[in-house]
């Protein structure tokens, strides 16, 4: 089977599933990431495996459920023994770089019990979530009384603006993502009602193009076969992007909310709770969505001319007959539908994303431009890039299912049933607000093509959709009786895959049926009565056998 030789992994952060044009967004065009979805195969049932940038990447750079690798919020380390994409593509004999962001958070305390040096090869890839790092840029350089949220994002980035001429000691926030008033003064970009401004910089110069530029300085140097994860910080907030993007759409382009007074009015008392965070509250107000949601298509289409430039830079090196292209985001925004902002629950907005996967392979003609509706989750990329690299895809560690079937004709669905999202909000003010202890402030989703269930710890009720008659998931049927058996099925759904045997990772499901009843064959006789009742093979040598008395061997002393 012909493989392709490279893999471009592309991310964008918080982009909605359907703000594309080959999604169905009517305003919003974006020719080039459409052309990529018309050479390929675009899945239109994909899911994260959480609604927060953190433990989503982190299940999709190990190709495990957060349950399984345990880092279940921002910030939170993926612990040492976590493989991930670097270690299972090496092995396959491809290199993984990184151009961009990860969120990962290195679990110090565990490579200074391994004696793992951060400046050495091996520790420099466990710090940096297996990748070799061509650059790292976060994209977040927030500062506050308590000082930056992270001193090492934007860095080379900011580096690069100041030798531009962009003199700040945050260019990052004062430049790329602040407008800028006719007295001088910045008009910064977290504040909500400044959306609309342009930010005070060259279009060239902003976040986007930059990073575009160096996954093109990566791959121009790059020996083969190669993955690079070239993952972008946008359209993520601060909502604010340069001329000429910052006025291209208005009120006029912003869908309709999608939302409704009796939603809110009987909401769940977990998701009333997430309705009234300040972020949700502001996104309830007209003015915001009427700042904010024309300046996230600003920063799309800003995106998708940027993908036009990779591409083109693709074609024109030859790159595009044999590199895969993948591209997805890490969740989506809700933008104010269901009477909230920001990502943190489980409506498709914020938990289903756009997945297109270009093969250059031959034996991907066949599917080229289709539309796949196959439950797919974000685990199911790593597979996915291990088989494409020639390797042997390890079930054992690997939750997820290679795509390649799909893609090549093979198949039309993944063989699974329904798919998993979580949600630890134990670090986060909504715990506090609801009371919670840390062992309730965590979130379930099970959903199949028809039925999607929420489950919240703590003793509430489950939350249930219809997806099939309820498309846009106004109306919770977690306390209907009439669904009683439906919640049950879900439930079972849930509880089996909390069952799998997730932490048995160190030995393959071929070397465990290897095992079965080899310590009869070293000796372990268990359960026989009489040495005839087994094999002679297997007690050989226990039998015909001499000794001496014991009381021979140890006379008791003389008097």
Same mark, same amino acid.
């Given at each position: 089977?012909?493989?392709?030789?490279?893999?471009?992994?592309?991310?964008?952060?918080?982009?909605?599933?359907?703000?594309?044009?080959?999604?169905?967004?009517?305003?919003?065009?974006?020719?080039?990431?459409?052309?990529?979805?018309?050479?390929?195969?675009?899945?239109?049932?994909?899911?994260?495996?959480?609604?927060?940038?953190?433990?989503?990447?982190?299940?999709?750079?190990?190709?495990?459920?957060?349950?399984?690798?345990?880092?279940?919020?921002?910030?939170?380390?993926?612990?040492?023994?976590?493989?991930?994409?670097?270690?299972?593509?090496?092995?396959?004999?491809?290199?993984?770089?990184?151009?961009?962001?990860?969120?990962?958070?290195?679990?110090?305390?565990?490579?200074?019990?391994?004696?793992?040096?951060?400046?050495?090869?091996?520790?420099?890839?466990?710090?940096?979530?297996?990748?070799?790092?061509?650059?790292?840029?976060?994209?977040?350089?927030?500062?506050?009384?308590?000082?930056?949220?992270?001193?090492?994002?934007?860095?080379?980035?900011?580096?690069?603006?100041?030798?531009?001429?962009?003199?700040?000691?945050?260019?990052?926030?004062?430049?790329?993502?602040?407008?800028?008033?006719?007295?001088?003064?910045?008009?910064?970009?977290?504040?909500?009602?400044?959306?609309?401004?342009?930010?005070?910089?060259?279009?060239?110069?902003?976040?986007?193009?930059?990073?575009?530029?160096?996954?093109?300085?990566?791959?121009?140097?790059?020996?083969?076969?190669?993955?690079?994860?070239?993952?972008?910080?946008?359209?993520?907030?601060?909502?604010?992007?340069?001329?000429?993007?910052?006025?291209?759409?208005?009120?006029?382009?912003?869908?309709?909310?999608?939302?409704?007074?009796?939603?809110?009015?009987?909401?769940?008392?977990?998701?009333?709770?997430?309705?009234?965070?300040?972020?949700?509250?502001?996104?309830?107000?007209?003015?915001?969505?009427?700042?904010?949601?024309?300046?996230?298509?600003?920063?799309?289409?800003?995106?998708?001319?940027?993908?036009?430039?990779?591409?083109?830079?693709?074609?024109?090196?030859?790159?595009?007959?044999?590199?895969?292209?993948?591209?997805?985001?890490?969740?989506?925004?809700?933008?104010?539908?269901?009477?909230?902002?920001?990502?943190?629950?489980?409506?498709?907005?914020?938990?289903?994303?756009?997945?297109?996967?270009?093969?250059?392979?031959?034996?991907?003609?066949?599917?080229?431009?289709?539309?796949?509706?196959?439950?797919?989750?974000?685990?199911?990329?790593?597979?996915?890039?291990?088989?494409?690299?020639?390797?042997?895809?390890?079930?054992?560690?690997?939750?997820?299912?290679?795509?390649?079937?799909?893609?090549?004709?093979?198949?039309?669905?993944?063989?699974?049933?329904?798919?998993?999202?979580?949600?630890?909000?134990? $670090?986060?003010?909504? &715990? *506090? #607000?609801?009371?919670?202890?840390?062992?309730? %402030?965590?979130?379930?989703?099970?959903? =199949?093509? @028809?039925?999607?269930?929420?489950?919240?710890?703590?003793?509430?009720?489950?939350?249930?959709?219809?997806?099939?008659?309820?498309?846009?998931?106004?109306?919770?049927?977690?306390?209907?009786?009439?669904? $009683?058996?439906?919640? &049950? *099925? #879900?439930?079972?759904?849930?509880?089996?895959? %909390?069952?799998?045997?997730?932490?048995? =990772?160190? @030995?393959?499901?071929?070397?465990?049926?290897?095992?079965?009843?080899?310590?009869?064959?070293?000796?372990?006789?268990?359960?026989?009565?009489?040495?005839?009742?087994?094999?002679?093979?297997?007690?050989?040598?226990?039998?015909?056998?001499?000794?001496?008395?014991?009381?021979?061997?140890?006379?008791?002393?003389?008097?």
């Amino acid at each position: 089977m012909a493989r392709p030789k490279n893999i471009l992994f592309i991310m964008f952060d918080q982009l909605r599933w359907d703000y594309l044009g080959c999604t169905g967004h009517p305003h919003l065009t974006t020719p080039h990431i459409d052309a990529l979805a018309g050479r390929g195969v675009r899945f239109s049932r994909a899911y994260v495996q959480s609604p927060i940038c953190g433990s989503s990447r982190m299940s999709t750079y190990t190709g495990r459920y957060v349950h399984s690798h345990g880092a279940s919020w921002n910030g939170i380390p993926l612990k040492v023994g976590e493989m991930t994409l670097g270690d299972h593509l090496r092995q396959a004999g491809m290199s993984c770089h990184l151009v961009g962001k990860t969120h990962m958070r290195a679990d110090a305390e565990g490579m200074a019990r391994l004696g793992l040096e951060p400046d050495s090869l091996i520790g420099a890839r466990v710090a940096e979530c297996g990748f070799d790092v061509f650059e790292r840029d976060d994209g977040m350089l927030p500062e506050g009384p308590d000082g930056s949220y992270d001193p090492d994002g934007a860095r080379q980035f900011n580096a690069d603006l100041r030798a531009k001429g962009y003199e700040s000691d945050n260019p990052w926030h004062d430049f790329s993502n602040s407008g800028l008033d006719a007295a001088g003064n910045v008009l910064s970009g977290w504040f909500l009602k400044n959306a609309s401004e342009a930010a005070n910089i060259a279009e060239e110069d902003s976040e986007t193009p930059y990073l575009t530029g160096r996954g093109i300085d990566f791959m121009a140097q790059a020996q083969g076969p190669w993955c690079c994860h070239l993952s972008y910080i946008k359209p993520h907030w601060p909502y604010i992007v340069p001329a000429p993007y910052h006025d291209m759409y208005g009120p006029g382009d912003i869908l309709p909310v999608n939302r409704s007074q009796a939603e809110f009015d009987t909401a769940h008392p977990v998701l009333k709770t997430f309705m009234s965070t300040r972020i949700g509250r502001a996104f309830s107000e007209a003015r915001v969505r009427e700042a904010v949601i024309p300046a996230y298509m600003g920063l799309i289409k800003q995106a998708d001319d940027q993908m036009g430039r990779l591409f083109a830079w693709l074609e024109q090196t030859g790159r595009m007959d044999d590199t895969m292209i993948v591209l997805t985001s890490d969740h989506g925004d809700f933008l104010g539908d269901h009477w909230m902002g920001e990502k943190t629950f489980f409506h498709d907005a914020a938990v289903k994303v756009s997945l297109i996967v270009y093969d250059p392979s031959p034996e991907a003609d066949a599917t080229r431009g289709t539309v796949c509706d196959a439950l797919v989750e974000s685990i199911d990329l790593a597979p996915t890039f291990v088989e494409a690299a020639g390797g042997t895809v390890p079930g054992h560690i690997l939750e997820g299912r290679s795509l390649l079937p799909i893609l090549r004709g093979h198949a039309t669905e993944t063989g699974r049933e329904h798919v998993i999202c979580e949600y630890d909000y134990s $670090a986060s003010p909504v &715990a *506090e #607000m609801l009371n919670a202890n840390l062992r309730d %402030a965590v979130m379930f989703m099970v959903a =199949t093509k @028809r039925w999607k269930l929420i489950h919240c710890e703590g003793g509430y009720r489950p939350i249930l959709f219809d997806l099939e008659s309820d498309p846009q998931e106004l109306t919770d049927l977690g306390d209907s009786a009439d669904h $009683a058996d439906v919640i &049950a *099925e #879900m439930y079972g759904r849930l509880f089996a895959w %909390a069952r799998r045997p997730s932490q048995r =990772t160190t @030995r393959s499901e071929a070397q465990l049926v290897e095992m079965r009843g080899k310590s009869g064959r070293r000796g372990v006789v268990l359960g026989i009565y009489d040495e005839n009742d087994a094999p002679l093979e297997l007690t050989v040598k226990y039998r015909g056998r001499k000794a001496r008395p014991w009381s021979e061997i140890r006379r008791p002393p003389e008097d």
